[in-house]
């Protein structure tokens, strides 16, 4: 089977973000935020939005399954208040939840966290509670920056998320660790936010003892790893330096970067550095970069292909494309089987 | 001749620090800000600094000349004010300038800017055109975040940075893109926050139309680009969805990388898909990493062995080394014609 560990419903219906325009519209008079009954999206509404995309594109290119989230970039915490997040997440992650119910072959749920700036993270531990346990979920995306490229939150590594990390232990869910959009006019959101933070993620893991403290938790550094594999050397050196662990001792079994890395000699360098246990594939699609690459024809975003063009063998390619993602979202096996009764 | 683009002072004598932390001191109380002459450092105190350091590693990596400027995690521009960021840049600024003279052979200098937080860049252009015109420098290092991990300035694009462009259009001397020091604890400096402002600086020149208006302006982007050789696909597919134009295009005169890459596979990434006429060799040593790699039992940032292994022409070798340091600082022939009497 071929897990696309990263996917989100870029292409959800209209009314989607209609519900969310009215949401931010609502935020000038507080008595008038929307209630989620407002949002009304019909089954063939959610059909039409995925057959000419996702599912296409996942026949088209031969992967099975795509674990599938909301739209990252629409998750925006930094707008309006814990409620409006709240409000907004529960709809975005309900959504999912169609979307997995009607087409279960071919999608399974992470869900959005109803995140805000200033507010605990223990705050989100109820909505992902319910996602897992009510709609069948397996793991969710984690904003470092809810503030939105201001960077006011304390580290990964800081206490200050810890009871969120002992939901997602006692759950046993991975979080992958995703910003949205920037409204720091610094930060393009996918050509530096994004990037960015999977680079700042990395390093506050490789300082931080976060992993003595929750060996089992697992984080996915998606983007490839945003800068890591390129600079290797500089994060092996400034470990050794530090006197910290060996990064392959560090990543072993709570860090994974996925595949989303969009041309050929990329992907070589992440698979030449990383070790291959800790490599998830993955495609965005449909998401930041949408082209097609003139220098190969094909879409820049189809990261199979470049998979397919490396010397693995086929236990390795095995675990690249299946067995990590059961090892990074233990709840995926059991959720596949119920699926197949 | 081997010219490496990129060295800063990391080895400066004691008294440097003891003048900074008296400065630091004093900010405490605004009547106490310690003049410029408190600062004694003796030309055998130079020596002693670089003797073991730079020239040693000079001679044995077999490079030439090291275009040298103040340590860049020192410059930290969120401390004090403008003032203290004045002092604190031209007693820096000076030392450089010293190095030069006592090893005119081996270094050339690059100045620090006076910026900080919420200071127009026009204010900085003074001490640019006395490190030009009266130190002999070919360049400066320009803080896209002179807050320090708070990101509180306008994108490098804007105009806000234009009086500064202005000035180094007018003498002719490029900016290498370079943070400081990170006072927000989320990012690491040399782990997270350079190579953050170097993949952040990149994408705002992919969005931003600052060649258009000043043709001849010439950046440096360190750190081997940060992310951006990594995700190259990525880039050239963000600029194609935005129609904006392909990455040869757009850095071809005005944007270069270093070498400050410290592994094998990431400087092999490199050349595979930068232009090579875009890429200056760099190692920024005495700086980020100073472990020997247990894995090639070199220097981790003894970056010519990389380059050394690139299956290169002489000719590429060349440009790398040399040819495209020229054209990267308009002014080192005439500095080193000078030198040479």
Redesign the interface.
């Known amino acids: 089977m071929i897990i696309d560990c990263h996917g989100h419903y870029t292409t959800a219906p209209a009314e989607l973000q209609k519900y969310r325009d009215g949401q931010i519209a609502g935020l000038k008079d507080s008595a008038n935020v929307p209630a989620k009954a407002n949002l009304k999206i019909s089954d063939d509404q959610i059909r039409a939005s995925l057959e000419g995309a996702q599912l296409k594109l996942q026949r088209e290119r031969g992967t099975d399954l795509t674990i599938f989230s909301p739209r990252a970039s629409a998750m925006a915490h930094h707008i309006g208040n814990e409620t409006t997040s709240q409000h907004w997440t529960q709809a975005c992650n309900d959504l999912i939840k169609r979307v997995c119910d009607l087409y279960p072959e071919n999608f399974v749920g992470v869900c959005q966290l109803p995140q805000s700036p200033g507010v605990a993270p223990a705050n989100s531990a109820a909505e992902l509670e319910r996602c897992v346990k009510d709609l069948g979920f397996i793991g969710c995306n984690l904003n ?2 809810p503030s939105g ?3 006011t ?3 990964l590594t ?1 206490r200050h998320w810890y009871p969120l990390y002992e939901k997602m232990v006692e759950l046993d869910v991975p979080a992958m660790v995703h910003v949205s959009s920037s409204c ?5 959101a ?3 936010h994004y ?2 933070a999977d ?2 993620a990395f ?2 893991f ?2 931080g003892d976060l992993f003595k403290d929750f060996p089992t938790i697992k984080f996915i550094i998606p ?2 790893g ?2 890591v ?10 470990a ?2 530090m006197k910290r662990p060996l990064l392959p001792d560090m990543m072993r079994n709570n860090v994974f970067f996925d595949t989303c ?3 050929q ?2 992907i ?2 992440l698979f ?2 990383v070790p291959h246990e800790n490599i998830l594939f993955g495609s965005e699609m449909v998401g ?4 097609i ?1 003139p220098e190969t024809g094909n879409y ?2 189809d990261t199979k292909r470049y998979i397919e063009a490396l010397p693995l063998s086929d236990a390795q390619r095995q675990k690249i494309y299946e067995g990590n993602a059961m090892r990074a979202y233990p709840l995926l096996a059991t959720r596949l089987a119920a699926k197949r009764g």
């Open positions: 470092p920056d490229g201001h960077w939150s304390p580290p800081d720091n006019p610094n930060f393009h996918t050509g530096a990037i960015n680079t700042t390093m506050q490789i300082t983007h490839g945003g800068a594999p390129y600079h290797w050397g500089r994060y092996r050196g400034l050794q330096d890395v969009y041309h000699p990329g070589d360098l030449k550095v930041a970069v949408r082209g690459d820049y975003d």
